[in-house]
């Protein structure tokens, strides 16, 4: 376990590997551990180097100030990451939310961002499932909050049909999580809206999404693939939302191939 200080808070941080920085970012209400399995298979190559970060309120990170919970918030902490340890440019993949911070830092800081991976990411906050767009209602998540049945009947309705590895991830990150990054994180995603800039990127850019993807709708990736000059797609026909743990093999292959190409 390592963690860096920001102006803003303690950051979280697990590294692997030796050779290019990578960095990986985590979705709403997960932590870094959604990317061990994706962290080993890259170190054990030789050829990277793996930084995976907890967003301040999710996982080891804490926040120190009144805390935004936001994704331009979110964005500054992993620019003061980049800057703090003195990786100057590099690939930034990011799943779900984490991808929407990651297309938003190759936006705002593009120097930052070499080449950059979403995976099941909205572009449009607006393509999140309904009961997600809903947390981000104060009432609502105040409500859920308060009442743990109902928070457990909401994850199941969502993730139902999802492995026993995946349910027992969300639940496990769910249960280190305060209300206030619970539900500031999903409201800022859900008025986050990136078609407009979209033509902005001039890094090439990859997009991985599940076919049946339960979170974020599918049709994101077309989203994508429409708005940015140098983008790849590749759509996993057994995948919902999260391709590395429901399709490793094809996500491996998928994501060494597009690094391999910088």
């Not at 049945?149 to 349910?167: E, H, I, N, S, Y």
Request: glycine residues 8%; proline residues 6%.
């Amino acid at each position: 376990m390592s963690s860096i200080v920001t102006d803003e808070g303690v950051v979280h941080y697990e590294v692997d590997g030796r050779g290019k920085p990578v960095l990986l970012l985590h979705g709403w209400i997960n932590s870094w551990d959604v990317w061990r399995d994706t962290m080993l298979t890259l170190s054990d190559l030789g050829r990277y180097k793996i930084y995976a970060l907890d967003f301040w309120g999710f996982g080891e990170s804490i926040k120190q100030k009144t805390p935004p919970f936001r994704i331009p918030s979110f964005v500054r902490m992993v620019d003061q990451f980049m800057e703090i340890m003195g990786i100057s440019h590099a690939p930034v993949i990011g799943h779900s939310m984490g991808g929407t911070v990651a297309l938003s830092l190759t936006l705002d800081h593009p120097t930052r961002v070499e080449q950059v991976a979403v995976v099941g990411s909205p572009i449009n906050g607006m393509s999140l499932n309904i009961w997600l767009i809903l947390a981000g209602n104060p009432t609502m998540a105040w409500l859920v909050w308060r009442l743990p049945f109902l928070l457990r009947l909401v994850v199941w309705m969502v993730l139902a049909r999802d492995k026993p590895q995946t349910r027992h991830m969300i639940e496990r990150d769910l249960s280190r999580t305060a209300m206030e990054p619970f539900f500031r994180s999903i409201e800022s995603l859900r008025k986050t809206d990136l078609r407009p800039r979209l033509g902005e990127i001039r890094v090439p850019t990859l997009g991985i999404f599940g076919r049946h993807d339960n979170i974020v709708n599918p049709s994101q990736a077309e989203v994508l693939a429409r708005g940015v000059r140098i983008a790849q797609v590749q759509m996993m026909e057994h995948s919902r939302h999260f391709p590395m743990l429901d399709e490793p093999e094809l996500f491996y292959k998928t994501l060494l191939g597009f690094l391999d190409q910088a």
